[in-house]
């Protein structure tokens, strides 16, 4: 007669696999998706008295993309891969042209006495342009910031922006500030 081999209970597998799922759901982060890094301004004061602000026209280049995603920046077309070298011109005023920002002496601590762009940089797009149009603006705003800071800390401290520490960082974002503005999207093709 042949011996019978002893089986393993199984019956409590299942529960064991069922918390084991649930354990690594729990534990585990999917990849989720970041938006645009913005620091948006703090909120005002509410006793605070409203002052208006007039910008000198000449400190402000308004990039708009239509519905077509076409880019015009200032008064001129220009493509996608342009947008970078022009905002690095209109922020830098590099000829001390009188139709690009002023660039005023500021005190900048730690450093001295340096000059600072006035520019503002203004995104108007169309309710109909495509998200990697804007996506694509957006990049290259950014990109033409973080170049300047790039010269910037390379002049000041010998190193990229990214390998300063954290207050030297702080006084190149004064040297550079990034000043991007974004007007509420418009809708060119119905009219009322």
């Known amino acids: ?3 019978k081999t002893p089986a393993i209970n199984s019956s409590s597998t ?4 069922f918390l084991l799922l649930c354990y690594f759901l729990m534990t585990t982060t999917m990849g989720s998706q970041t938006g645009l890094s913005r620091r ?19 400190n402000i280049i308004i990039v708009k993309i ?5 880019i015009l920046a200032g008064s001129e077309p ?4 342009q947008l970078k070298d022009k905002i690095k011109i209109f922020l830098t005023n590099p000829t001390d042209d009188p139709n690009l ?9 730690g450093l001295g006495n340096r000059k600072v ?7 108007q797009n169309d309710r109909g342009t495509s998200y990697q149009a804007y996506i694509a603006v957006q990049n290259e705003l950014v990109k033409a910031v973080n170049e300047l800071r790039d010269e910037a800390s390379m002049r000041e401290f010998g190193k990229k922006f990214l390998a300063l520490d954290e207050d030297q ?3 190149i974002k004064n040297v550079v500030p990034q000043q991007i503005s974004e007007a509420e999207p418009k809708d060119v093709g119905k009219r009322r």
């Open 40 to 58: 948006l301004p703090p909120m005002p004061d509410p006793n605070q008295k409203v002052e208006d602000q007039k910008v000198n026209r000449r």
């Open 14 to 17: 299942a529960d064991i696999a």
């Open 117 to 123: 762009s006035k520019g503002v940089i203004s995104l």
């Open 66 to 70: 239509n519905s077509a995603d076409r």
């Open 101 to 109: 920002p002023v660039m005023e002496p500021t005190e900048i601590e």
């Open 78 to 81: 220009i493509d996608v891969s």
């Open 1 to 3: 007669m042949a011996k």
């Open 169 to 171: 960082q702080k006084i």
